[in-house]
């Protein structure tokens, strides 16, 4: 007779277990690695401990199935005896232990060159390798119950540091390698000798020749200057290795090394192209398996089985740029045809979608102001609802296959000031001639977070009004929006109206127009420029195919790009206004300018915005010649300004955007700020 309780222990305690099941969505097998309680067995409010669980699932696709048609290159992959498309993915999972204490949705996280984001956006804490109380955080998502998912779907991640990893498939023709034409940009911000093709901890495609005579490199300080060309001599496939130059068909090496700031553009010939679409395939089954499937392909258990009803996919900047080309592409439909995701939030992607199903895709790629800017993550369409593209004639908008599936989710852009900037955020609301608002679809809300940069800590751009410190926390908002996204989905609620700056109001305007309203602040000049994206041509097979036969790409017109508009203060008018920004003590901006220690002095950083504070008192205001009141004008006292913080948060709360916890933690933040004498 079987002892139910030693075959629990003996199957979770030997490493690299397979468990395997019969979903047809093409996980063949699932490979649990490790089992083992999280954050010490600490409890999440009502429901208890979590466990983790990490991985690998290996999946098949059939290429000639139309779910997997849009897939580039998938017919070039090599198959296995049944036909079908091999590959695997790295997966991590968090989960109640009680099964039956969750609330039964499976929230999915993006994962963002490999890493982890989801912990750190709504618990404040996580990391690569979430597994103590303190990785936990507040521990927001466990509390609400949330099971959570990882895993890997960019194939030019480099392993380390605990990334997820995907092992995608290289596309072959006729058995013979392929050889294609790829474009790559570097920008340094330190002086050096050597650098990877690709920023990010990617893994570039390789040369298919070290003699760099069939290749071209340029060098340029910005694209307002012709490019030059880097004699052959004075550059290698080569990195710089302690003193010594090592040949290396993955790095570029420049002999008087790489100019901070400076643009240099490599067009060499790649080889072993991956199906990098597949990473679509891998995210939809993973998903699809856990949420839907009993069993693998071989007959063991999903260990999320029959405890799944909803699924939600977050993700921030890149990851909010893959769920919408996911969307887009298609893949928001299972092999079996079902919806997938019930709801998303694509947090702080700007209007962009992604190099993410191409041949020789370049998945860290993204355009901004002054760098990458032929970088193809801003493509037409843009908007949620149809738009028409007179310069090109072309119609359509990115929910179309998903609506033609019946399978469009509850779909929240999110996003800051930093996106309007230097991510092209007026471009899901707006047309492409910033002559209209056009208004999202009725299942998407987008909201606009007054006042915040990219990210909520400082960055490698070493702007010039940059204050690590003093960074608007933007999180809150989120939180209270999964709350919202939850009940939409579920039980139909709808949510608050999207918040965004609009032509029609004068809340969203053009660069002139912001320049002549945004205040004299002593030592503070405005921007003169913004990303611009351009209709970029890569040539007849681009669109449908994804191959590109021009390289770099024909650079046609701009797109009009408009950003929102400011107050007396400069803060902006619209959107989400955080206490610190209805009840302010500085100005919050989502741009700023890169100092000379960085090269390119001037250009826009891509992901930082600016913290210009207030003058305490008028006398200090009168010195400096600013022209924004004072706090102690503005704020007799402390507790008038308490009161003012208090109110402006519970109005929030009011209007579900802001949850009781977190009004509870801004005043007491704000009661914490020592503008006061004696306090």
């Keep these: 007779m079987h002892n139910p309780k030693r075959l629990f222990v003996l199957l979770f305690a030997v490493p690299s277990i397979v468990l395997s099941g019969v979903a047809r969505g093409e996980v063949v097998r699932i490979q649990i690695d490790r089992r083992e309680p999280f954050a010490g067995g600490q ?10 669980l990490s991985g690998r699932m290996f999946f098949e696709v059939d290429p000639e199935r139309a779910a997997n048609a849009r897939v580039v290159d998938l017919k070039l992959a090599p198959r296995n005896a049944r036909g079908k498309v091999e590959f695997w993915s790295d997966f991590f999972l968090l989960k109640p ?4 204490s969750g609330n039964r949705r499976l929230f999915y996280d993006v994962n963002n060159r490999g890493n982890k984001l989801a912990l750190g956006a709504f618990n404040h804490r996580g990391g690569n390798d979430p597994s103590s109380a303190a990785d936990a955080g507040n521990g927001f998502l466990m509390r609400q119950g949330y099971s959570i998912l990882w895993c890997g779907w960019n194939g030019d991640v480099r392993a380390g540091d605990n990334r997820l990893l995907i092992g995608l498939p290289v596309a072959t023709e006729n058995g013979k390698p392929i050889q294609g034409q790829v474009h790559a940009e570097i920008t340094v911000n330190d002086k050096s000798f050597s650098q990877p093709f690709y920023w990010g901890n990617s893994d570039p495609y390789p040369a298919a020749t070290l003699d760099n005579r069939s290749a071209t490199l340029t060098m340029r300080p910005d694209r307002a200057h012709d490019a030059v060309a880097v004699p052959h001599d004075d550059w290698a496939f080569a990195r710089s290795e302690n003193g010594k130059t090592i040949p290396d068909a993955k790095h570029l090496y420049v002999k008087e090394g790489f100019r901070p700031g400076w643009l240099y553009e490599l067009v060499y010939t790649a080889t072993d192209p991956r199906v990098t679409g597949l990473g679509f395939a891998a995210v939809r089954d993973a998903v699809s398996f856990l949420r839907f499937g009993d069993k693998d392909s071989e007959g063991h258990v999903n260990p999320l089985a029959g405890t799944i009803e909803r699924a939600y996919a977050f993700g921030i900047s890149q990851s909010g740029r893959f769920i919408h080309h996911l969307v887009y592409e298609g893949f928001n439909t299972d092999e079996q045809r079902r919806m997938v995701f019930d709801g998303a939030i694509a947090h702080v992607g700007g209007g962009g979608k992604g190099y993410f199903n191409h041949r020789f895709a370049q998945t860290t790629r993204h355009g901004s102001q002054h760098e990458d800017n032929l970088s193809p993550s801003e493509f037409f369409p843009f908007t949620t609802s149809p738009e028409i593209d007179p310069v090109t004639g072309e119609r359509g908008d990115t929910l179309g296959r998903a609506r033609a599936a019946g399978h469009v989710p509850r779909l929240f852009f999110t996003g800051t000031s930093t996106e309007y900037w230097t991510r092209g955020t007026s471009l899901l609301h707006s047309d492409v001639e910033g002559k209209v608002d056009i208004a999202p679809d009725p299942n998407v809300r987008i909201y606009f977070i007054t006042g915040g940069q990219h990210g909520v800590s400082s960055s490698s751009d070493r702007g010039i009004y940059q204050n690590p410190t003093n960074i608007l926390d933007h999180r809150p908002v989120l939180r209270a929006l999964l709350v919202q996204l939850d009940r939409w989905a579920t039980e139909g609620t709808e949510p608050p109206a999207s918040r965004i700056p609009r032509i029609a109001d004068g809340t969203l305007v053009d660069l002139a127009h912001f320049r002549a309203a945004f205040p004299a602040i002593p030592g503070v000049k405005p921007p003169d420029a913004m990303y611009v994206p351009v209709r970029l041509d890569f040539g007849p097979r681009w669109k449908e195919s994804g191959i590109a036969d021009f390289v770099p790409p024909r ?3 701009p797109y009009k790009m408009l950003v929102p508009a400011v107050d007396a203060d400069g803060n902006e008018i619209a959107g989400i206004r955080l206490p610190d920004i209805a009840v302010p003590t500085a ?13 390119a002095a001037g250009a826009l950083g891509r992901w930082t915005g600016s913290y210009l504070p207030f003058a305490l008192t008028a006398e200090d205001r009168e010195q400096t010649g600013d022209p924004r009141p004072s706090i102690a004008e503005r704020y007799p006292t402390r507790d008038a300004y308490l009161s003012r913080v208090a109110e402006s948060a519970i109005k929030l709360r009011d209007e579900g955007l802001l949850l009781d916890e977190d009004v ?3 005043v007491k933040v704000a009661a914490s700020r020592k503008y006061w004498p004696g306090r």
Excluded: L
């Design 43 to 52: 409890s999440f409010g009502s429901t208890g401990p979590y466990e983790r």
């Design 555 to 557: 650079i046609g017109p």
């Design 97 to 100: 232990a009680e099964p039956r």
């Design 664 to 666: 509870i933690e801004i």
């Design 587 to 599: 100005t919050f901006t989502g741009w700023n300018k890169r100092s000379e220690a960085v090269g």
